[in-house]
């Protein structure tokens, strides 16, 4: 597996994590598995980045978190997003779809 | 037993315990910390088991897992500092929604209970808008610097007796001279003294205006300057450059329109031609609202040797110097007075002089006046707290359940006190926003309605350090009344009061207790006001009445003068006033109707008197007052006749001439008591025409109330034809400003080119005096009627409380065969017996504390037995009233009903 590339930026790595809670309730290391499994490996978040980013989107109130049980039955801390959450993942995806697009037509070889 | 990856975080020194699924709202940095170290290593372990499993070794999977992480340090504070931020804000968040939850749910159940909330309001806003408006005044007048440069060094020059020397009088202008020409401790002295003009304007009618004069160095003195033009300068109160004048800023707005040109025109004042030099600023006075001021020449008064030491009615104003002090100055006044009193024993024996400082001179009369209107207002604020106290403990009673259900739910006590003290916070807001508008209102109409009332530098409004006290006194009362039903919350046993609540019937002990004391309190301290109000209405009206002599009040007077040609012969002129005064006293809404020379307290005429069949020692001949009178003027004044008859018809015609006289001049010239029937003859001539006294009338005041009431004499105005002007006098039985049509229609019938001059109340005549008095007066026996009607609210509350918590024993009572007038007597003993027993103890209190008022009484002393039997017999009668409504109630109770009621 390869470390997350340096260029990964903060905001990048936000608006992942929120994707990734998008539709259920998970914790950090679940997100971590479902970034790099959705991403078919190449997207990989360090635990650094991945559990600032949980915290500094709680700071937010874009998640909320609270224990719970894993499925291995040990106390984990489960990530929720909220109203507010979804509505920031909505417009942020918006900018990062158009800007990707944008990339993508100038590295298009003609 | 030691998890396997806390090697991780060997700082971890928080032990770990059983996991816990409900998260605190808030929490402590160590348990933050060790909330992100259990994320971190569940996620260190997750992957360490999976690589695991993946067939590493433990320890490569372990230092495997490490380094994907990344920067484990790093992350733990920067998650903690996130963490710590976000607790700090919900904090906060969680404050500002709790408190707006509970002012939410606190206007929520006011509106619920609007019975309850209605009565407290009025109850605070009252008692607040009472305090308010006071301490608006009281603020105003007893705080706020006089309107002068350097108004602290500004002193009031007062005359006063060795032996008494509260008594104050005005400086004599000889005296005045002596003071300014010897004294060493101050940079000037003026002097001032009231000088009313007639203002002919170019066109209109003429006007009567309030004027000073002054020596010309006042307004130094005073440290003012002239808004436009100048003041006086030095010399111009000098004889002859005496017709000068300098207007006030409101007459100068009012009369001239505001316009500067004024200055240097002239202006006819009493006949004479004046130079306009200037326009003071707004709010400048010297304390009586003039419209004008004129220099004083003293030169002539000084030309009597005599009177100008004599005759006291200077105003005296002086500034100290700097280098000196207010103690230094009274010994130098004092030592000049003690130097003219050996120079001039005739005259000044006795006589002492003190500096007073100008605003103490100014406000002294107010300062205890205002001092007893802020302890009335304190106290009705007092009885208001208690009321609402009451109200709100005998709803928490009610609420005893809810509030016993919100416990079970899990309520702290704190956050259940919290919510009581919001809605009483919540309750004392609005009283205080509504009590400060009422304030305001208030002091604006009464001060409207009471112009003499304070010197006008004085104006009364409610600025920011109104608002202030207003907003202490408003959070004061808030949580005061908070507080006893929260601190009974949090003694109460939830598990009990649910169980009490499902039977629905006994009241707690503590709570009632606590409201019969606040039923004792109340009553007591309304019996106090009222008790102190009672004495001050009386002390009133021994001071109208008697001080006076005669009664003020709903008499309307005017000046007439049968002028000209025409009235050149007595018939005449007895035709004129006759008539006039016929159809006055015939006319709708008059009472009585009579003519003066000079309405009481304006003075008078002296003239020598010789008392037929006494010797007369021809050097010292005596002096007596003289006034002649018309028709009915003792009837129209209430003056009592105290022996003899008033004139009547026998009189008119050319027999001997007859005179009353008063009580002075009975006690002067009779002391035996005989005066019916003696002659006595006045003027200069030993051989005039005799007089017969044929009455003894009550002694009025003519002058102030300082000076004894002169030997006067009253002739008999239809014999003493020779003075044209009299002083129309009209008693009558509403309002006195109703009979202006009567007398004018009168005058004009009976001489159509005939004027009339100054038609005002007499109470307008001799008004400034006792305006202040009578103000503070009614704002006492409101304050005491507003403290009766609190109190009877508060025992009708509690009593009805009672009741109604009873209802089912008073049922089973019934049931058992108790007959309706026992249970009526068994309530009404209840209320009665806190009643009486508040009644008790407001009286104990008005007579310990009734030495406070006793400055403030006239006539009347602190312990004057009818006040006192007549408050607690009033009080009695209004609380049995109060009791009998819920014990009425009481004996309707269906036994049946009753047993029903939860």
């Not at chain 1, 479902?34 to 635990?47: E, F, Q």
């Not at chain 2, 005044?137 to 509260?166: C, D």
């Not at chain 2, 309520?411 to 304030?439: C, P, T």
């Not at chain 2, 009455?695 to 239809?718: C, K, Q, S, Y």
């Amino acid at each position: 597996m390869k470390p997350t590339p340096p260029e990964m930026l903060q905001g990048t790595v936000d608006i992942l994590v929120l994707r990734a809670l998008a539709w259920d309730s998970m914790h950090g290391y679940a997100i971590s598995r479902w970034l790099a499994a959705r991403s078919d490996g190449v997207l990989t978040v360090d635990g650094a980045a991945l559990y600032q980013a949980l915290h500094r989107l709680a700071r937010r109130k874009w998640v909320t978190s609270s224990w719970g049980l894993s499925e291995n039955n040990r106390k984990a801390k489960y990530y929720t997003l909220t109203s507010a959450g979804h509505a920031q993942l909505r417009t942020e995806s918006a900018t990062w779809t158009s800007y990707a697009e944008a990339v993508f037509k100038v590295l298009r070889p003609n | 037993m030691r998890k396997p990856y806390s090697k991780f975080f060997a700082r971890t020194d928080v032990p770990l315990k059983g996991p816990r699924f409900l998260q605190l709202p808030w929490r402590s940095r160590a348990r933050i910390a060790r909330d992100i170290d259990i994320e971190l290593s569940f996620h260190l372990e997750m992957r360490v088991a999976e690589l695991t499993a993946q067939g590493m070794s433990a320890a490569d999977a372990a230092r495997r897992a490490r380094e994907e992480f990344g920067d484990l340090e790093l992350t733990r504070a920067y998650c903690r500092t996130m963490d710590e931020s976000t607790d700090r804000t919900a904090r906060i968040s969680d404050h500002v929604a709790d408190w707006r939850q509970d002012l939410r749910y606190a206007i929520r159940t006011l509106r619920r209970s609007a019975g309850f909330a209605a009565a407290s309001l009025l109850t605070l806003a009252l008692a607040l808008g009472a305090n308010t408006a006071i301490f608006s005044v009281a603020h105003s007048v007893l705080l706020e610097p006089l309107p002068y440069g350097r108004p602290e060094s500004l002193v009031a020059l007062h005359e006063t007796r060795a032996t008494s020397p509260s008594e104050r009088y005005q400086l004599s202008p000889a005296n005045f001279f002596d003071f300014r020409a010897q004294q060493r401790s101050f940079t000037g002295i003026a002097a001032y003294n009231g000088a009313p003009f007639t203002w002919l304007p170019d066109n209109g009618d003429p006007q009567f205006l309030f004027a000073s004069s002054v020596t010309a160095n006042m307004f130094d003195v005073l440290g003012v300057r002239a808004l436009h033009g100048r003041t006086f300068a030095a010399g111009d109160d000098a004889p002859g450059k005496d017709r000068q004048v300098v207007l006030s800023y409101g007459f100068w707005e009012r009369a001239l329109g505001g316009n500067p040109a004024v200055v240097g025109t002239r202006m006819t004042l009493s006949g004479r031609t004046y130079d306009v030099v200037g326009v003071m600023p707004r709010g400048f006075t010297l304390g009586t609202n003039e419209d004008l001021w004129v220099p004083m020449d003293l030169s002539e008064a000084m030309a009597d040797a005599v009177r100008s030491r004599k005759q006291h009615y200077l105003r005296a104003i002086a500034r100290i110097d700097t280098r000196t002090t207010l103690e230094r100055a009274g010994a130098d006044v004092s030592a000049i007075a003690r130097r003219l009193a050996a120079q001039y024993p005739e005259a000044n024996t006795g006589l002492d002089a003190l500096a007073v400082p100008l605003h103490e001179s100014m406000t002294g009369k107010l300062r205890p006046a205002l001092l007893l209107l802020q302890g009335a207002a304190a106290i009705v604020l007092l009885i208001a707290c208690a009321n609402i106290a009451n109200l709100t403990l005998s709803r928490t009673m009610g609420r005893r359940r809810e509030m016993a259900v919100r416990a079970a739910l899990g309520a702290g006590r704190a956050r259940l006190a919290r919510q009581l003290l919001a809605e009483s916070l919540v309750l004392a807001f609005a009283g205080g926003v509504i009590g400060v508008g009422v304030a305001v209102v208030a002091t604006r109409t009464l001060l409207a309605l009471n112009p003499d009332t304070l010197p006008s530098m004085f104006t009364a409004t409610v600025d920011g350090g109104v608002l202030l006290f207003s907003l202490v006194l408003t959070v004061g009362i808030g949580l005061l009344m908070g507080l006893v039903p929260a601190l009974h919350v949090a003694r109460v046993d939830p598990q009990e009061s649910l169980k009490e609540g499902e039977r629905g019937t006994s009241q707690g002990r503590g709570g009632e207790r606590v409201r019969r004391v606040l039923v004792v309190a109340q009553v007591g301290l309304a019996v106090m006001l009222l008790i102190g109000a009672g004495l001050l209405v009386r002390s009133f009206r021994e001071l109208t009445r008697v001080q006076l002599g005669f009664d003020p009040d709903r008499v309307l007077t005017a000046q007439l003068r049968a002028g000209g040609e025409r009235y050149d012969s007595p018939d005449a002129v007895n035709r004129f006033y006759d008539r006039v005064l016929d159809e006055i006293a015939h006319g709708p809404g008059v009472a009585a109707a009579g003519a003066v020379t000079i309405l009481p307290t304006r003075g008078s005429v002296g003239s020598s008197v010789r008392v037929e069949g006494e010797p007369v020692d021809e050097a010292n001949i005596p002096e007596i007052r003289y006034l002649a009178v018309r028709r009915d003027f003792f009837k129209a004044l209430r003056i009592p006749l105290k022996a003899g008859r008033e004139f009547d018809a026998s009189d008119a015609a050319d027999g001997p001439k007859t005179v009353l006289i008063n009580e002075a001049a009975e006690r002067r010239f009779f002391p035996r008591g005989d005066a019916l029937g003696r002659r006595i003859r006045i003027g200069p001539d030993p051989n005039g025409e005799p007089m017969t006294i044929v009455g003894v009338v009550g002694d009025i005041r003519a002058e102030g109330f300082a000076v004894p009431v002169p030997p006067t004499l009253f002739a008999n105005h239809r014999r003493e034809t020779w003075e044209r002007s009299l002083a129309v006098v009209i008693r009558t039985s509403g309002d006195p400003a109703s009979a202006t049509p009567v007398l004018r229609r009168a005058v004009k019938s009976a001489d159509p080119t005939l004027a009339i001059r100054d038609v005002r109340t007499l109470d307008d005549v001799i008004g400034s005096s006792l305006a202040p008095r009578r103000f503070a007066l009614g704002l006492v026996a409101s304050f005491a009627g507003i403290a009766l009607l609190l109190a009877t609210i508060g025992i009708y509350g509690v009593l009805s409380y009672a009741v109604a918590s009873r209802t089912r024993e008073f049922g089973v009572r019934l049931a058992l065969g108790a007959t309706e007038r026992s249970i009526l007597l068994l309530v009404l003993r209840q209320g009665l017996a806190w009643s009486l027993f508040g009644l008790a103890v407001g009286v104990g209190g008005a007579l310990a504390s009734g030495r406070l008022l006793s400055r403030m009484l006239y006539g009347v002393q602190p312990l004057d037995s009818t006040t006192y039997v007549g408050v607690v017999g009033g009080l009695v009668v209004v609380v049995a009233a109060a009791c009998l409504v819920p014990s009425l109630r009481a004996t309707r109770v269906d036994p049946i009903q009753s047993m029903h009621v939860r």
